[in-house]
């Protein structure tokens, strides 16, 4: 069986406190990702901890380098300083995600091998088209057609590998921002990916295994993410592994409140940088919930 993901041989014990900034460079960051970093940031200082940077660059046709230079430029810009990452090196490397993937595999097999995970062959399509399928927070609750599977299907068909949830058991959580969290498996979330059909991992397990190869003791991320942390806290209990701390952050929206996203050109640090506005002053409306319109 492969042995839990953890930090690697010969690795220095991490601090008491370890925090990590993961954003995906598949656009300009806004002022949305500076806040959530920056919350993260000042956490990791208040603990005197080490901050690491992680580039999530696993999707292949949208993260390109440019956007790599632009986050890491625009993140110093900003006022953040991190102490790890793939500008700077350190010890839990290599920081970029594209260079872990043999990580990830050993992952994928050890959960394999506990019969935790199933292959899938289904499409978004289906699932979206299966009548049964009701829907959690933030997609459709898988309705469990291939979980019967257990080997993959022959011919060159496609298929994901999909983490089997313990239907109607309660994930609870403390949330050191929000407080008490509570979600159910098969009504909140359904079985989920951990392995792409295009060979690549999927978020929830890349984002497991690297936290916990790199000692990462909080997570600080934005409060879109909760129902992610009930499925990641799944996996970690399947790795035997200890979960982390979470921070979920307050989202900021727009001036017509739809949350802030890659597409708000006019929000992104680069754009709001190239307008004159400075960092001091940024921090401060986004403390105060507002932003540069």
Not at 162 to 183: N, Y
Not at 233 to 249: E, I
Request: glycine letters at 10%; one cysteine or more.
């Amino acid at each position: 069986m492969s042995q839990n993901p953890g930090p690697p041989a010969g690795a220095p014990t991490p601090p008491r406190y370890r925090g990590r900034l993961a954003p995906s460079p598949t656009g300009y960051l806004h002022l949305g990702h500076a806040r959530t970093f920056w919350t993260a940031h000042e956490r990791a200082r208040q603990n005197g901890g080490v901050l690491i940077l992680r580039n999530e660059d696993l999707d292949r046709t949208r993260c390109r380098p440019e956007f790599v230079a632009a986050m890491i430029e625009d993140l110093r810009w900003f006022g953040l300083d991190w102490q790890e990452g793939p500008d700077c090196g350190g010890p839990f490397g290599p920081y970029h995600q594209s260079e872990r993937i043999n990580s990830y595999r050993a992952t994928l097999e050890h959960l394999r091998a506990g019969n935790r995970i199933y292959p899938c062959t289904c499409s978004r399509k289906d699932i979206q088209a299966a009548v049964s399928a009701p829907h959690g927070d933030d997609e459709p609750v898988y309705p469990g057609t291939c979980r019967g599977r257990t080997v993959p299907p022959a011919g060159g068909t496609q298929y994901s590998w999909r983490f089997r949830v313990p239907e109607g058991q309660g994930i609870e959580f403390h949330d050191q921002h929000l407080g008490p969290q509570r979600f159910v498996a098969g009504r909140d979330f359904g079985d989920f990916v951990v392995w792409r059909p295009d060979d690549v991992p999927a978020y929830q397990l890349a984002c497991v295994a690297d936290d916990a190869a790199m000692g990462i003791t909080e997570v600080v991320r934005g409060a879109d993410l909760l129902v992610s942390t009930a499925r990641q806290l799944l996996l970690y209990r399947a790795l035997k592994l200890p979960p982390p701390a979470f921070f979920h952050c307050d989202l900021l929206a727009d001036e017509t409140g739809r949350r802030l996203a890659k597409r708000h050109d006019s929000l992104s640090l680069r754009t709001l940088r190239q307008r004159g506005e400075t960092p001091s002053l940024l921090r401060q409306l986004q403390i105060a919930g507002s932003f540069a319109k």
